[in-house]
């Protein structure tokens, strides 16, 4: 067993439980430019408009939201927050988290949510654990009132870190299991990307090499493929074909049918479907080599650049930027750098 393959096998089981990957907060320069992007084109369901936020959620989603839209003077992202399975799970993260380092702090100010405790790890990513939410009436098979592709629900997160290798662990200790990842061949095996779950698809949160740590992109489900396709020709006629950045395609990793959009304030985002199941408790992680081209689209078309080189910012606790570093890998050349 290579040193790689030893460090995804791992597994933890803590004593507490988080169930999901939840909400994201993304800061946005320009928010009536970033509510026609999500409402008007994509269609997500407006739960609650604040002077300065915009609360979003997916058609079937049954809590007061999934996608924060908040005014700020930079785009940036405010954090990434995980649902837990009970409030007391929150008092024994506090503890655990708080152990290794990470600099922590209980937050209860967020519209419809109970109190939370937010987290800055040691990677720099800004994240935050909750239990209670306000439930809202699932518009699942409201039909008649579908717009967009339609978005049903957030289903992942993926951030730029300078080196995978210490991601993964960290997340592995919170629960995480590794479904998939992609390593260099030869004795000096690098992981560039790692997929890690909680709920039992592909992945809640995963880990690629990159300038970071940044947010690379949001994950929003779609329930088929053709509905990813109904996106980008809604899109086209719209008059914001510009917005595409990559695909539609087909995974590799994760098998998932994509495509990759750009919104007015330059966050990612990915229309993603038709990955597959992970719950059963012998599943092993999926290797990929670096050298497969069909890892990273099945059918062997190439990212662009931007892909690789461009993320979201991270805000930190203290309201500043988190400062990134540059990879110690770069996937397009295999060159070590």
Known sequence: MTTAEALVRHVVRPEFDIVRVHHVELLVPDLEASATFYVDLLGLVVTERTSDALYLRGWEEHHHHSLVLREAAEAGVGHVAFLVREDDDLDRLEVVLAARGDVTTWVDDERGQGRALRAQDSLGCPIEFFHSMDRVESQMQRFDLHRGAPVMRLDHVNFHVPRPEDAIPLWQELGFRCSEYISTEGPDERITGAWLHRKPNVHDVAFTAGRGPRLHHTGLWVAETVA????????????????????????????????????????????????????????????????????????GTRAPDSWYEESSTLVGLDGKAVPIVDSTVDERSEIMV
């Open 228 to 299: 990813v396709l109904r996106a980008c020709d809604q899109l086209a006629a719209a008059g914001h074909s510009a917005a595409i950045e990559r695909g539609p395609g087909r995974h590799g990793v994760s098998n998932a049918f994509f495509v990759y959009l750009r919104d007015p304030a330059g966050h990612r985002i990915e229309l993603y479907t038709s990955d597959y199941y992970t719950g059963d408790p012998d599943q092993t992680p999926l290797r990929w080599s670096l050298d497969d081209p069909r890892c990273r689209t099945f059918w």
